[in-house]
């Protein structure tokens, strides 16, 4: 990721600066999350320097906004490849990456530094709007907007240019459904119960049907790259999963309706249809890799064998296929039926599905995306696994699905103790929280949560090194080819 020389495209190179800026985001999301761990466990660490709730804050914040930044690096990324053009008004691309760069270093500025304060009309607009996920303050939502609605000019613009391929129509209609969901949570009412009502339509449907449609698109090109899968095979994937991801996401909100005061038939309605989210993806996957595997045993019959020329890539979209289908939709449906979110739901349940469905179902994607843009940008024909890129899978999932275990055995305690037995009372809440089990699975997510930032640290050391070895040991090969010739 330290260059991009051999990119022919600006939008190309615009893209590793916004995947560069992810990966630091990244890094600041998983220090965040470790002092929250330890005040879990250490409520007096940091105690009247860093308060939990702003730790808290910026490391849910920041985990959006990189995900934020590597989706929009991706499709910058992807945009050449599909359509065949230069992205459309690259320049103002340009500007908008800076733009956005500097108002989230701000924000993230005033969070850290602006801990306690009143609340009041000025502070929605400087410090924060208080709503979680979305606490960005009124003027940072604005320039959200408006980088957003520039990217989204320069990706249709762009697309009716080129080449109108599957890929990039799924993409350029979900990127118009992504920009207007976000409006949702643009405005402000004092009722408790229609202010919820409209974030969850931002957190739900933002994340659970337009991100997973935009990891969808994603995969599908990452797989005709790498392994060069028939298009027309994911791109039929990917409308069937443009109609259950809609529809289910649509009416998968409603398990969140019960709770704000809505009729209790949103509970069922809700429940079914959240469970069937990742069902494409996974069939993509597995469709894809059926359809290949039979292509090489044919080829290898034919002793004409085709290479996966990028293992690094290909392992993290295996791990998403996997990670999708656990984080998003086992543990998702572990407390989405009514009959037990009576008792699970606020819960560090919710927590653990929410750490291994983020990582499983989005990081994953767009760590493979990285790997890609590298490959590209030092011009290396074929990029194979390194023990740090080994180190990384393994640490990263590993830790993950180790804190989303521990979170789950906290989540047991509490449901046991908090809900069932004690009624669910403040008296409950602290009661349950001072027993051995909640306080030993803290203690394994705090140790959990370091072994995947140590994998952290071995994938932002391969991000930066990978592509320079490659190139150079590609060099070597070729010069000793061209001798022995």
């Not at 009247?48 to 590597?70: G, K, P, Q, T």
Request: net charge negative; aromatic share 16%; proline share 2%.
């Amino acid at each position: 990721m330290l260059t991009d020389a051999h990119l022919k495209y600006e939008s190309q190179k615009l893209a590793m600066n916004y995947f560069r800026v992810a990966l630091v985001l990244f890094g600041a999301q998983l220090v965040m999350g470790l002092i929250v761990a330890i005040q879990f466990v250490y409520p007096g660490f940091l105690f009247e320097i860093f308060d939990f709730s702003v730790a808290r804050m910026v490391h849910i914040n920041a985990l959006v906004v990189w995900m934020l930044f590597a989706m929009i690096g991706s499709v910058y990324y992807m945009i050449p490849d599909e359509t065949g053009e230069e992205a459309v008004g690259i320049k103002l691309g340009k500007l908008a990456f800076w733009v956005l760069t500097a108002a989230i270093t701000v924000v993230v500025l005033v969070f850290i530094f602006v801990q306690v304060g009143s609340g009041s009309e000025a502070s929605i607009w400087f410090i924060n709007e208080g709503r979680e996920y979305l606490e960005a303050p009124r003027w940072a939502d604005i320039g959200i907007v408006a980088v957003i609605l520039v990217f989204y000019y320069n990706v249709f613009a762009t697309y009716i240019k080129g080449k109108r391929t599957g890929i990039m129509t799924v993409m350029v209609a979900n990127l118009f459904a992504l920009a207007g969901l976000y409006l949702c949570g643009m405005f402000f009412t004092d009722n408790i119960s229609m202010d919820q009502y409209w974030w969850w339509w931002v957190i739900h449907l933002w994340v659970e049907a337009t991100w997973e449609v935009f990891v969808g698109t994603l995969a599908a090109y990452a797989l005709i790259k790498i392994i060069g899968a028939k298009r027309e095979i994911v791109e039929m994937w990917l409308w069937i999963e443009v109609l259950m991801l809609f529809g289910s996401g649509i009416l998968g909100l409603g398990h969140h309706y019960f709770w704000i005061g809505t009729p209790e038939y949103w509970w069922e309605i809700g429940a079914l249809f959240s469970a069937l989210e990742p069902v494409p993806l996974v069939a993509m996957f597995v469709h894809v890799l059926y359809d290949w595997g039979k292509e090489q045993g044919h080829a290898e019959a034919k002793g004409d064998a085709k290479v996966i020329n990028n293992t690094p890539a290909m392992a993290w979209i295996v791990a998403n296929a996997f990670g999708n289908f656990l984080g998003a939709g086992i543990w998702g449906f572990f407390h989405t039926l009514p009959q037990v979110n009576i008792y699970t739901h606020g819960t560090q349940f919710t927590a653990a599905h929410g750490h291994l469905s983020f990582f499983g179902a989005y990081a994953t994607i767009l760590i493979a995306m990285m790997y890609l843009a590298v490959q590209g940008a030092y011009g290396i024909k074929r990029m194979t696994m390194t023990f740090k890129t080994k180190m990384s899978l393994f640490l990263t999932i590993f830790g993950v699905l180790g804190m989303a275990v521990a979170l789950t055995i906290a989540g047991y305690e509490q449901v046991l103790v908090e809900r069932a037995d004690l009624g669910g009372g403040w008296d409950a809440f602290f009661t349950a929280q001072n027993l051995p089990w909640y306080i030993q699975a803290q203690g394994w997510r705090l140790v959990m949560g370091i072994v995947t930032f140590a994998g952290f640290v071995y994938l932002a050391w391969d991000l930066l090194t990978i592509g320079a070895v490659e190139s150079a040991q590609e060099e070597s090969e070729g010069a000793a080819a061209a001798a022995t010739a």
